[in-house]
């Protein structure tokens, strides 16, 4: 199901099961035919396996935004052990094996730094924090010839710029998986776009939003924008399976939080020998 060969092996931890294993032609269809060509990922981390899914094919960039390697945290005092500094390496590195070739990279704020690091915290910033501030790096896939624009360090919240303003409102597509942006991001939609939620990603039940949701998070909103008859943020709902890669429409969020509840359900009731790990 992936559009490029890769060393990615599918096992028993991440192909384990079949509800079907295959996607109807019927959905591939009205997804071809919203003509993506530009898909947003927030909270991404090194999850570049998206990018080579069949069904992307014909996506010529995928857009990128994580707060990494600076780490979570926007206050003073910055906590400088969140600072993952194995990050970009371990990025570029995976992003080689998938077959994509860095071709540019530079900074988006050189500045920032500043704000978070505050007198003798400043000396020699540069060497042991050098991707502190927000930073582009730009790929190229070899094989698909699909851009990979990726913003590190890179909190929309604080760290906007024209160029990421740009990228995310002419974004035609968002991918939700294993987080949910702050609900600002809705700003960005100037067009409704389309939703495409990833298995392995708990998306609630409507009742639950009180419980499990910050105030602050899109899903809450994404469940409202489903429920009327002409959305301003949402066209349609895609969920790709983690394990079986395969994609089908969905009607509503309740209707992706019911899907991925059932194949949570199915991968763990089923006892065959392939599913058990």
Aim: charged content about 25%; proline content about 5%.
């Amino acid at each position: 199901m992936y559009a490029v060969k890769t060393k990615y092996t599918m096992n028993a931890d991440n192909h384990s099961y079949k509800w079907p294993d295959m996607t109807h032609p019927a959905h591939s269809t009205e997804f071809k035919k919203l003509g993506l060509k530009k898909i947003l990922y927030m909270g991404p981390w090194d999850h570049i396996e998206p990018t080579l899914h069949a069904e992307f094919r014909n996506v010529k960039e995928f857009i990128y935004v994580d707060i990494q390697p600076r780490g979570e945290n926007e206050t003073s005092p910055y906590n400088e052990s969140t600072y993952k500094h194995d990050f970009v390496n371990d990025l570029t590195q995976k992003c080689f094996r998938f077959g994509y070739e860095l071709v540019d990279e530079y900074p988006m704020d050189d500045e920032y730094v500043y704000t978070l690091l505050k007198g003798n915290k400043q000396q020699n910033w540069e060497s042991k924090y050098p991707h502190i501030n927000p930073h582009v790096f730009l790929f190229k896939n070899k094989y698909t010839n699909q851009t990979l624009k990726y913003y590190v360090s890179t909190n929309f919240l604080y760290n906007m710029s024209p160029e990421l303003r740009n990228d995310m409102c002419n974004a035609d597509g968002l991918i939700l998986s294993g987080y949910f942006p702050n609900k600002q991001l809705l700003q960005y939609f100037t067009e409704p776009k389309t939703i495409i939620g990833f298995t392995e990603t708990y998306f609630p039940h409507e009742s639950e939003l009180d419980d499990v949701e910050s105030s602050d998070s899109i899903i809450r909103e994404l469940f409202d924008e489903c429920k009327k008859t002409k959305s301003t943020y949402v066209n349609q709902c895609y969920l790709i399976s983690t394990h079986t890669t395969h994609i089908v429409k969905c009607k509503s969020m309740h209707d992706m939080h019911e899907k991925c509840d059932y194949e949570y359900n199915l991968r763990n009731s089923c006892e065959c020998e392939e599913c058990v790990y």
